[in-house]
């Protein structure tokens, strides 16, 4: 936060009027150095977590609603997708490099070739709604992509790291359930949020949502059902919800595709 406080300052001194978005920036910074370091100096014990927390969420929250503000601007949409695909691109490597912790520890079960699949569909799903699904020629703020990679690297972030909580002995399994679903929860909820940018022809629609959700419940309820122990069901859980939603998007381009020709 100190080094872009000083890179937006460094940067205001170029222009005879400072705009607006970098005036924000400069006041957002001094603020969120100003809370972290109060939710520092009180520490953990007297709730200087809660405030560290709360000026994170905060710093996510409100410069969408000042930058909002602003008059609208063309913005090079596709160079703002790209860059934040790759960050993604990097977080699915990272799932695979966990992965492969597994391999040099642990014998080759069918466990461990679920997960392997299973962060392959979701790489593919991925990629069917970057490329195939999104309109990467047009004139917005782009917001909306923001917090739909921030949603998605969050959540296999937490998918990466249940992988490696899924093999330690003292495990506590009904966390490691809700903590893994919560993973693939972020990772839809930030494709869905990225829908607003999708081509005219593949906008989903309410029931498409519900349809998604279903599938998405399916997979939760298989993995609830394992017992504490049973690290089989519990990977199928996950693997089934995603090979799910994966053939529902195939389906549902094919089916688009299919109208547009009537």
């Given at each position: ?108 079960t069918l466990v461990i070739v679920m997960k392997y699949i299973t962060v ?143």
């Open positions: 936060s100190l080094v872009l406080l000083i890179q937006h300052w460094l940067k205001s001194r170029e222009y005879p009027k400072v705009p607006v978005s970098i005036k924000s920036s400069i006041i957002l910074y001094i603020l969120e150095i100003i809370g972290l370091t109060i939710g520092l100096l009180l520490g953990i014990k007297n709730g200087g977590g809660y405030v560290v927390v709360a000026v994170y969420i905060s710093m996510i929250v409100v410069p969408s609603i000042i930058f909002s503000m602003e008059e609208q601007k063309e913005l090079n949409f596709p160079h703002l997708v790209e860059r934040f695909s790759l960050i993604i691109i990097i977080s699915f490597g990272e799932m695979i490099v966990g992965i492969a912790n597994i391999f040099g520890k642990y014998p080759l392959v569909l979701l790489f593919g799903i991925y990629v069917l709604q970057i490329e195939k699904l999104m309109n990467h020629h047009q004139s917005v703020r782009g917001f909306g992509i923001v917090y739909s990679s921030i949603a998605i690297f969050v959540g296999l972030t937490t998918l990466t790291v249940s992988f490696s909580f899924g093999i330690e002995p003292d495990v506590n399994w009904l966390f490691l359930k809700l903590f893994k679903f919560w993973g693939l929860f972020l990772f839809f909820v930030g494709l869905l949020i990225s829908d607003k940018y999708n081509k005219d022809k593949y906008k989903i629609q309410k029931m498409d949502i519900l349809k998604c959700f279903g599938l998405f419940l399916i997979g939760f309820l298989i993995t609830l059902s394992a017992k504490s122990s049973n690290y089989f069901v519990l990977n199928f859980g996950a693997f089934s919800t995603v090979a799910l939603i994966f053939i529902y998007k195939i389906n549902f381009i094919k089916t688009r595709k299919k109208l547009l020709k009537f």
